[in-house]
């Protein structure tokens, strides 16, 4: 077998899993409740590379592919930390205001390359988060239910 045969064969095989479908319920707002803002943490549908370990705040909160989100809610004008673990691992966090939602965009890492995470504009988040479905790989059980405690 020649090497470009081969080649293909890999290359289509890698890049089977580039454009993934999301698989839980497609993305739908939630609504804030009282003094609490949602974050929404997501990898969009194009998103190269497995799954991503998530935790928030120092909780496990599940893993994403591609196409998938989750969200939480945190104190208004506080700081969620999010940390990604993969190939690779990054962490970031986003200040939240009272009903305004927070984005915070994962980016896995294909072909060996390393995992960010990134904080979009909220008209960029409100884009992409569109084309996603609801994990259904939570850790924390429903992670909407979950609050973060005031520091």
């Known amino acids: 077998m020649s090497a470009r045969p081969l080649l293909a064969c890999v290359l289509v095989a890698t890049l089977s899993g580039c454009a993934a479908v999301p698989r839980g319920e497609p993305f739908r707002p ?16 194009g998103d190269s590379g497995g799954d991503l370990a998530v935790t928030i705040n120092q909780r496990r909160a599940g893993r994403l592919a591609p196409g998938e989100y989750l969200y939480w ?11 990604v673990d ?20 994962l980016k896995g890492g294909g072909l060996g390359s390393g995992v960010r995470v990134e904080i979009p504009s909220l ?8 084309r996603t479905g609801l994990s259904e790989r939570r850790e924390l059980g429903d992670v909407a239910l979950v609050t973060v405690p005031d520091s």
């Open 86 to 105: 993969g190939p690779a691992s990054a962490v970031a966090s986003v200040h939240t205001d009272a009903g305004a939602p927070s984005f915070v965009e």
């Open 123 to 130: 008209r960029e988040g409100r884009s992409e988060i569109s």
């Open 30 to 45: 939630v609504p804030s409740r009282g003094d609490s803002a949602v974050v929404y943490i997501y990898r969009a549908a």
């Open 73 to 83: 809610f945190a104190p208004a004008n506080s700081d969620v930390f999010v940390r």
